[in-house]
């Protein structure tokens, strides 16, 4: 078994700067020159994350309305996505190992997820 050594909080921590990551790295890479959706799958992607950590219940979020088993969930389906894109969009080059490192990536992130200690009371 694998250490889970992803806190809720150093989760919180990393999900701003991915969000704007995911927003600008389409424009410092290039990418959608073989498909333009290759390009703004990251950027929607990125305005997304951005929105779902705003309204994530955590110690980050701004209105905390959403619980953070959703978040991890929405994380968990994006890397799917992301692994599926490349394939799905017939990205070759840049546009294959970006979207395939950043869907692995964001599995390991879920993966590697600390579960939080809940407690049953008799």
């Known amino acids: 078994m694998f250490p889970r050594f992803i806190t809720k909080s150093l989760h919180a921590y990393l999900d701003y700067p991915v969000a704007l990551g995911l927003m600008a790295m389409p424009f410092l890479f290039g990418l959608g020159e073989g ?12 305005v ?5 950590t705003v309204l ?14 959703f978040h991890l969930a929405v994380d968990g389906l994006v890397g799917i996505a992301f692994v599926v894109a490349p394939f799905a969009l ?3 080059g840049i546009e294959f190992w970006y979207y ?7 599995l390991g992130v ?3 997820h ?8 008799a």
């Open 90 to 92: 017939s990205s070759t």
């Open 110 to 112: 879920v993966g590697l």
């Open 35 to 46: 498909n333009i959706l290759a390009f703004w799958l990251s950027v929607a992607t990125g």
């Open 100 to 106: 395939m490192v950043l869907g692995f990536t964001v």
């Open 48 to 52: 997304a994350a951005l929105l779902l």
């Open 56 to 69: 994530t219940d955590h110690h980050l979020g701004i209105f905390r309305v959403l619980p953070y088993s």
């Open 114 to 121: 600390q579960p939080e200690n809940n407690v049953a009371t």
